[in-house]
């Protein structure tokens, strides 16, 4: 699929255009600075300055200083690690484990299916923010509850979408051929099914990590996510907002970090759903 | 002669929508079907469109459980094997299938596909003798060996019922079954596949189900012919022999109306086919028979002849004054 990818977003195939290329290129930037943020931050994230507190940008301190005369350059790079992080392990398992229950909900089917997904739709009732700060009410605040927060609060979307590829799948006549050699279903499931189920939903969870950065970002927000003195992207906006007029650079920068990933990775999202031509390569073969 | 396959009583329902309360109701596809196969016969089914031509083949593959009846493959009580008792057997018997647009996996190769049988079989193939094996499939149905590596989508339709028909060949099977294996392809490839088939039958001493609703190619074809009504047989006639049916009449009178000896035989069907969900008790075809009488509505009629001709229909003439 990476091959085919790259070709793709190349020469061949429909052509998705220059944007989404040039949002990869702007996450992968993103990803390369939260990975090495130890080492190309200029202070570290939680050396406390307070002589020189609320500072506007200068050369020393490129996006100026926080109440307590922290870098904010240094916070915003740290915080990517935590926005990010957080954002990418709760969507792959939120991914994997929806790509399970919808896996076997889909093929099984009957009563097992009917009860599994009426408490999985269950979840659909709430808006994904209200659920997210209902199960962190309920598990504490923390990196890893936000996690299993947002895990959940996915969940219902990637189970849904699994069942119905499989469900379609499963009518397919190559599913019978398999059948009719005298494959058992661990060999339908695992070698007929999801690989052509895989594509879609890889698709949807590359788009819905933006989602999950936005909502890791509410979370921190309302001081649910990591907490102090791990920065992270929400957290930073939610003490910059009572500097608002005297400090305006502490809640912008951690603000257009989120906004610059979101829309990158939906950009580089949607070129994906383009170059692989997801929906229509159902129809073609 | 042991007959290769022996269908008895053969029936079978799909349940109806579901509902969370109550019984479903049931829709019958397949019902008292009876019939052998002898080695090295053909024998067509024909029918219109929904008349279960494929549900009894699916059944016949144990792809369906069978609500009746027995199915006897080489003498073993086929009918209720689990899956792993029937895995050894399943290399004797196979199937083609009707789409060969969705019958291989499209991110399959066309190796992958031909050795998928040996691998779910559980067949250790080296390297060599994997190359070897695709090497030998794809000549038997006469496609070029470079094709191997190559997608299904890059196939045109009759290569890629070439494929499905090599990948049914690979375990080495006594039975096949073809559902309407041509129906989805252009006249001049259908004739091709069609004489694939009958040089395949010879070389490899084959037995075929030949599923169709081509009387034309049936009647080229097949020894023998079962005519399928609403899940029912009709009427099992041997190549050439005149229908005795009415509704065996009618399909026939349809197909060749030209031909002046069964001119004067043509019967005009009109009416509804009754729905599956409420078969009547009496002969499911009445509703529609140009000869019907009281009898036909209250008995359905059971299939009797002898071993080559059967007719299931009160009003036939007895078999023994055909010849
Ligand atoms: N899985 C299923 N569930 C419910 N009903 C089914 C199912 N499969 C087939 N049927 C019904 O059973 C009847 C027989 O279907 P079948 O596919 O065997 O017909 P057919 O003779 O092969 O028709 P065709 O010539 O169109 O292929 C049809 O009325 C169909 O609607
Ligand atoms: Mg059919």
């Known amino acids: ?285 | 002669m042991t007959p290769i396959l022996s269908v008895e009583n053969l029936g079978h329902t799909f349940p109806g929508p579901a509902g969370w309360f109550g019984a479903r109701k049931r829709f019958r596809a397949v019902g008292e079907v009876d019939f052998e196969l002898h080695p090295g016969e053909i024998l067509g089914v024909v029918g219109e469109s929904g008349c279960g031509k494929s549900t009894l083949a699916r059944l016949i593959m144990r792809l369906y459980e069978p609500t009746d009846g027995t199915i006897r493959f080489e003498g073993t009580d086929i009918t209720h094997l689990s899956r792993r008792a029937l895995q050894p057997l399943r290399r004797r018997f196979q199937m083609v299938f009707q789409d060969p647009y969705s019958s291989i996996d499209p991110r399959q190769t066309i190796a992958e596909a031909l050795t998928e049988p040996f691998e779910v079989q559980g067949v250790g193939l080296s390297a060599a003798a994997r190359r070897a094996e695709i090497e030998r499939l794809l000549a038997l149905v006469a496609l070029d060996p470079a094709m191997a590596g190559s997608h299904p989508h890059h196939l045109s339709g009759g290569q890629k019922q070439r494929v499905g028909i090599a990948r049914a060949l690979a375990l080495g099977p006594r039975l096949i079954a073809f559902d309407e294996p041509t129906a989805s392809l252009d006249v001049s490839v259908q004739a091709q596949v069609v004489e694939l088939l009958l040089r395949l039958r010879r070389e490899l001493d084959l037995t075929y189900l030949f599923i169709s609703h081509d009387l034309a190619l049936v009647d080229y074809l097949c020894d023998r012919v079962m005519v399928m009504y609403l899940g029912r047989v009709v009427e099992i006639l041997p190549r050439g022999a005149p229908p005795r049916h009415p509704y065996t009449q009618a399909l026939l009178a349809a197909a060749f109306a030209p031909d002046p000896k069964v001119r004067r035989h043509i019967v005009r069907i009109t009416g509804e086919i009754p729905s599956g969900y409420d078969v009547p008790t009496g002969c499911a075809f009445a509703a529609r028979c140009p000869l019907v009488e009281d009898t036909c509505r209250a008995i359905r009629p059971a299939l009797v002849g002898d071993g080559h001709h059967a007719v299931a229909c009160h009003l036939a003439p007895p078999i023994a004054s055909e010849s």
């Not at chain 1, 990418?88 to 994997?96: G, K, N």
Request: net charge positive; with cysteine; hydrophobic share 55%.
């Open chain 1, 1 to 285: 699929m990476i091959a085919r990818l790259v070709d793709r977003l190349m020469w061949r195939g429909p052509r998705p255009g220059i944007a989404p290329i040039v949002a990869g290129a702007a996450l992968l930037c993103l990803v390369a600075a939260a990975f090495l943020s130890p080492w190309i931050a200029p202070w570290p994230y939680d050396q406390q300055m307070l002589a020189e507190a609320d500072r506007a940008p200068s050369l020393a301190h490129w996006f100026g200083t926080d109440e307590f005369g922290r870098d904010v350059l240094s916070r915003v790079l740290f915080g990517a690690r935590t926005s990010l992080s957080v954002a990418l392990v709760s969507i792959s398992v939120s991914c994997s484990l929806g790509m399970a229950i919808g896996a076997i909900c889909g093929y099984v089917g009957g009563p097992v299916d009917r009860w599994v997904m009426a408490a999985i739709d269950m979840t659909w009732c709430f808006p994904e923010i209200l659920l997210a700060l209902l199960l962190v009410a309920i598990l504490g605040p923390g990196s890893t509850s936000t996690v299993l927060a947002i895990a959940i609060a996915y969940l219902a979307q990637f189970t849904r979408l699994t069942r119905s590829q499989i469900r379609a799948l499963k009518r397919e006549t190559f599913v019978e051929a398999s059948l009719c050699f005298g494959a058992g279903p661990a060999h339908i499931l695992l070698r007929r099914l999801l690989p052509n189920a895989v594509a879609p939903v890889v698709v949807v969870a590359m788009l819905t990590t933006g989602d999950a950065i936005l909502l890791e970002a509410t979370l921190g927000f309302f001081g649910m996510g990591a907490q102090p003195p791990t920065p992270s992207w929400g957290g930073m906006m939610s003490s910059g907002s009572e500097l608002l007029f005297e400090a305006p650079w502490v809640i912008l920068w951690p603000g257009a970090a989120i906004a610059a990933s979101v829309i990158a990775i939906n950009l580089f999202g949607d070129g994906v759903l383009v170059a692989l031509d997801v929906k229509k390569r159902r129809r073609t073969h």
